[in-house]
Structures are given as structure tokens and as C-alpha cells.
């Protein structure tokens, strides 16, 4: 789903949307009227249909052994990043909710130095360690994360996880927000946006 006809697109940014297990790409599209108006967004299903309308980037870690996660979250990367070699040559910013947040961070493994930025909600890391880690330490992207005290869906050790990874990976804005669970705040976006202008 495109904010903008082709026509339109010319010399502005991407932004892509990242949507989460079992959703769909209209989602975080209802996001965009609260997000700047500078680039154009583009909200990406993922490969992996479930049912009707739900969707996947790659099989649950409680569905697949340990060490398959990166590999397959690897893979539905590439996907994405074949999709983007054939509509943009220009800067790219990611923003992924809950499983698209490990997309955006997957992403950038993957391809070090391809995207302008990174943001992560409500998210978490697929693997433990990656190929791309050192190019990333190298050179750290600056990434957005965002989650709240009460989500019940990211359990404490993915979240220490992704705590100890982002300091040497990134160049990292972080923000916790007390109450919230498994969900995006209007308080998120307010910071969102403001990373979002630093960055675009």
C-alpha cells in the first residue's frame, strides 16, 4: 500500500512499514496521517500467510527450532530488499511494529548501510548474532525503539536481548512508557515523529 501514485514519488524518501505477526499491511498504514508528511510510506505485507487477512514474516520462535530464526528472518529480508532494489534508488527509513520491528533490525543486518534509519516497537531481535552485527558496530544506524512496561506479548529476556545488542549496534534512541502494552502510544508517536524529523 502506497501514501502516494508513482507519479508522486520522485526525490522523496521511503518509508516502510513493517507490520506485525498476523496482521496485514493496512494496519500500520493507519499510522501514516500521524507521521511526516516528507516521505512517501509504503506498507509491506509479508510472505507468509496463516489465514485469511494474516500474515507472517517468518515462523513463530516457539515454532521453529532456536536456530532457524535468524535464517528465516534472514530470508524474509532478502524478500524485501528484492522488492526494494525495483522501487528505490534513494534514502530508506524503516518502522516496524512487534515482529516488523525484528524485520527492521533484520534488515539492517543484512544489508549494513542500506537504510537511513531504523524503528523498532514493541520489538525484538531474531538471533543472537549476525554476519552484518560488525558492519553495523562499524558504522551504527540510528534506530527508534519503543515499548511499554506491560506488554505481555515480548517476554523480559527478548527485551534484554535487544538491550544489550542496541548500544554497540546502533546509535540508538530508546524510550520505555509505563502502562503500555502490546500497542502503540500517542505518547510513542509524539517521540516517533520527533526522531523521525532528526533523521528525514
Same mark, same amino acid.
Given at each position: 500500500?502506497?501514501?502516494?501514485?508513482?507519479?508522486?514519488?520522485?526525490?522523496?524518501?521511503?518509508?516502510?512499514?513493517?507490520?506485525?505477526?498476523?496482521?496485514?499491511? +493496512?494496519?500500520?498504514?493507519?499510522?501514516?496521517?500521524?507521521?511526516?508528511?516528507?516521505?512517501?510510506?509504503?506498507?509491506?505485507?509479508?510472505?507468509?500467510?496463516?489465514?485469511?487477512?494474516?500474515?507472517?514474516?517468518?515462523?513463530?520462535?516457539?515454532?521453529?527450532?532456536?536456530?532457524?530464526?535468524?535464517?528465516? !528472518?534472514?530470508?524474509?529480508?532478502?524478500?524485501? *530488499?528484492?522488492?526494494?532494489?525495483?522501487?528505490?534508488?534513494?534514502?530508506?527509513?524503516?518502522?516496524?511494529?512487534?515482529?516488523?520491528? !525484528?524485520?527492521?533490525?533484520?534488515?539492517?543486518?543484512?544489508?549494513?548501510?542500506?537504510?537511513?534509519?531504523?524503528?523498532?516497537?514493541?520489538?525484538?531481535?531474531? +538471533?543472537? !548474532?549476525?554476519?552484518?552485527?560488525?558492519?553495523?558496530?562499524?558504522?551504527?544506524?540510528?534506530?527508534?525503539?519503543?515499548?511499554?512496561?506491560?506488554?505481555?506479548?515480548?517476554?523480559?529476556?527478548?527485551?534484554?536481548?535487544?538491550?544489550?545488542?542496541?548500544?554497540?549496534?546502533?546509535?540508538?534512541?530508546?524510550?520505555?512508557?509505563?502502562? *503500555?502494552?502490546?500497542?502503540?502510544?500517542n505518547d510513542e508517536l509524539?517521540?516517533?515523529?520527533?526522531?523521525? !524529523?532528526?533523521?528525514?
Amino acid at each position: 500500500m502506497w501514501s502516494a501514485p508513482e507519479s508522486e514519488r520522485a526525490g522523496r524518501p521511503l518509508l516502510v512499514l513493517l507490520h506485525g505477526y498476523g496482521s496485514h499491511e +493496512g494496519d500500520l498504514f493507519g499510522l501514516g496521517p500521524g507521521l511526516p508528511l516528507g516521505p512517501v510510506i509504503a506498507s509491506v505485507r509479508a510472505p507468509i500467510e496463516l489465514a485469511p487477512g494474516m500474515y507472517s514474516w517468518f515462523p513463530l520462535m516457539s515454532e521453529a527450532p532456536a536456530e532457524e530464526v535468524g535464517p528465516n !528472518a534472514d530470508a524474509a529480508a532478502r524478500s524485501v *530488499l528484492d522488492w526494494l532494489d525495483t522501487v528505490s534508488s534513494g534514502p530508506v527509513h524503516l518502522l516496524g511494529f512487534s515482529q516488523g520491528g !525484528a524485520m527492521a533490525l533484520q534488515l539492517l543486518r543484512v544489508a549494513p548501510g542500506r537504510f537511513a534509519s531504523a524503528t523498532v516497537l514493541a520489538g525484538f531481535l531474531a +538471533g543472537v !548474532a549476525h554476519e552484518g552485527d560488525a558492519a553495523l558496530a562499524a558504522a551504527p544506524p540510528p534506530v527508534f525503539y519503543g515499548r511499554g512496561t506491560h506488554d505481555d506479548r515480548i517476554d523480559s529476556a527478548r527485551v534484554d536481548q535487544l538491550d544489550a545488542w542496541l548500544p554497540g549496534h546502533a546509535d540508538a534512541t530508546s524510550r520505555i512508557y509505563e502502562g *503500555l502494552g502490546h500497542s502503540i502510544s500517542n505518547d510513542e508517536l509524539r517521540d516517533l515523529n520527533a526522531f523521525l !524529523a532528526t533523521v528525514l
